[in-house]
RNA sequence: GGCGCGUUGGUCAAGGGGUUAAGACGCCUCCCUUUCACGGAGGAAUCACGGGUUCGAUUCCCGUACGUGCUACCA
């Protein structure tokens, strides 16, 4: 017997990996690292007309950057290959044909048209919805309703047709989720679900059920629109494998957005990304920007994913990954759905970048500078940098706005600020600090801003007037840290060069 | 419509028979700073409703309402 923790994660390659995605992921990986157990990724791909190509290539990159490192069998083979499940087709047909040949399961042979034909003919106002089960299924063309020798026929002659879970009249079903406790349904009231499809190819239903029982998966989670379809599952374990095998379910509280379960679309309508990174549909060519992209950490997307849903009972909000795997309990998972929020999620990444050191930050902010092609020679200068605006940065993206004038000299001033301020008197004042400045062997802060007041003083002008003008000439705008300091960051000739340059820009 | 799941401020949420019902995001005011932030000090804002049980219910039970999910040869 598997004693042996081991959860799984079946991303559908079918679309990019959202937010839902990344955290059911990432509360397996953490029950499995909490408990030393294996985490397993099984890639789904029931549906071929909706597969799509290096998808699955995509959702480990995602994993990978989200710092979660899953074993990559699925890639390229293991212990449990072949993964995808149109490789696994004689399997599931062979669990698929041991339920028919138990009664568990039947074929039914009805076309498309004959069952929106059903479909349409039972419609009502109480039952907008008619399902596929047992009131009908001996009206319907299956081998519980026909003949053996007319059955055989169809069969021989190679019918289209699919494997159906016969469910049974009055039982309850029930069964203790970890999250919602006891949960339970009525057997009558859930429809014949297709377990093998025409095509060959299985349905979820039939494939997480033989795949958590091949994989030895001990414990899964999912999100909670699956609850529903719990009761057909639970019926495929006891037919199969026996209900004592059957893993430990953690149905997750949805993601919602702004109108119900947070859907691909609601970043586009909403303008906040979805997707973990950069997402391209294969159909559209459409591209989705993800995180990562916008300019969030992965230490603080997988940080405000962890809490949304779940928190460890303190007032603690700030979880690296280590503390999760520590501090993760699936018990104090929520029951209730959470609606996203994109603020908060912002916060998350200004904390991190706060929380982080220069060095984790460095590579990162170097890309975006350089992506926004400003040039880094002098590293020390890129460290210091960081050290000076990170603290004032939500997004990664906000590394170029912060930082980018210590790189270059301003190339437009916020005229509005400087025009009613700017005089004759003011000018002469810049001319001589030029000129002093110049003289100043020991070019820090604390003599710069001596210099500065002792000239202002002397000149009798504010100095704080003064201070808003020279950060205009050194920055461009009124943002950024103290401005000596960004006049020693720069150095004593830059200096002087950007206040040449702008009082001759503002004397026009 | 049926079935499942849920319901503490605008959002994320702690708490769980007796509390001034934590904290965070966002918002507002003030301080700091003659920049933008950070930071600091305050503020407005919540137990969906109705019945029980109880000396006492936000907390337990039952209804109702509302939300949400499923109701496909999608996952």
């Not at 190509?53 to 699925?74: M, Q, R």
């Amino acid at each position: 017997m598997n004693s042996k923790v081991r959860v799984r994660f079946a991303p559908s390659p079918t679309g990019g990996l959202h937010l839902g995605g990344v955290r059911t992921v990432l509360y397996n990986y953490l029950f499995a690292r909490k408990h030393g157990g294996d985490f397993v990724v099984r890639i789904e791909d029931t549906d071929q007309t909706r597969y799509v190509e290096g998808a699955e290539k995509y959702i480990f990159e995602c994993l990978k950057w989200c710092g979660i490192e899953p074993d990559e069998s699925p890639l390229h083979g293991g212990e449990f290959a072949p993964y995808r499940q149109s490789e696994r087709k004689p399997i599931y047909r062979e669990y698929a044909e041991k339920l028919v040949n138990e009664g568990f399961a039947y074929y039914a042979f009805d076309t498309p048209e004959e069952l929106e034909k059903m479909r349409s003919e039972n419609k009502t106002t109480e039952n907008p919805s008619p399902q596929y089960d047992g009131k009908v299924r001996m009206q319907m063309k299956n081998s519980l309703s026909l003949p053996a020798d007319k059955v055989k026929k169809l069969l021989d002659e190679g019918t289209r047709h699919v494997i159906r879970i016969k469910m049974p009249a009055n039982e309850t079903i029930s069964f203790t989720d970890m999250i919602h406790h006891e949960v339970s349904f009525e057997s009558s009231l859930v429809d014949d679900k297709v377990l093998l499809k025409a095509d060959g190819m299985p349905t979820y239903h039939l494939a997480v059920v033989v795949d958590d029982y091949l994989m030895k998966i001990t414990h899964a989670f999912r999100g909670e629109e699956w609850l529903s379809s719990a009761p057909v599952h639970i019926m495929l374990w006891k037919y199969l494998f026996g209900l004592e095998k059957m893993p430990q379910w953690a149905h997750l509280p949805l993601i919602m957005g702004p109108s119900g379960k947070l859907s691909k679309r609601d970043g586009a309508k909403y303008g906040f990304p979805v997707f973990a990174m950069n997402w391209t549909d294969s159909k559209t060519n459409e591209l989705t920007e993800g995180f990562k992209e916008k300019g969030f950490l992965p230490e603080a997307f997988i940080n405000l994913l962890a809490v949304l849903g779940w928190n460890d009972g303190t007032e603690q909000e700030l979880f690296s990954m280590d503390e999760l795997i520590e501090k993760f309990s699936i018990e104090r998972v929520h029951k209730a759905g959470a609606k996203f929020d994109f603020e908060k999620a912002k916060w998350f990444n200004h904390e991190w970048i706060k929380k982080l050191k220069v060095n984790s930050l460095k590579f990162k902010v170097k890309d975006v500078l350089e992506a926004a092609g400003i040039q880094i020679a002098d590293e020390l200068l890129l460290e210091k940098v960081i050290e000076l605006v990170k603290d004032r940065c939500t997004l990664m993206s906000d590394f170029y706005e912060q930082g980018k004038f210590f790189f270059v000299s301003p190339a437009t001033y916020d005229e509005a600020s400087v025009k009613p301020k700017w005089d004759e008197a003011k000018k002469i004042y810049f001319e001589e600090l030029a000129v002093k400045l110049n003289t100043e062997l020991n070019f820090t802060v604390e003599n710069i801003e001596l210099i500065f007041k002792e000239l202002a003083i002397e000149k009798n002008i504010k100095p704080g007037e003064l201070q808003m003008l020279l950060r205009v000439m050194l920055v461009g705008s009124k943002i950024g840290p103290g401005v000596f300091v960004i006049a020693e960051t720069i150095g004593k000739e830059e200096t002087i060069r950007r206040i040449a340059k702008a009082i001759e820009f503002f004397s026009q």
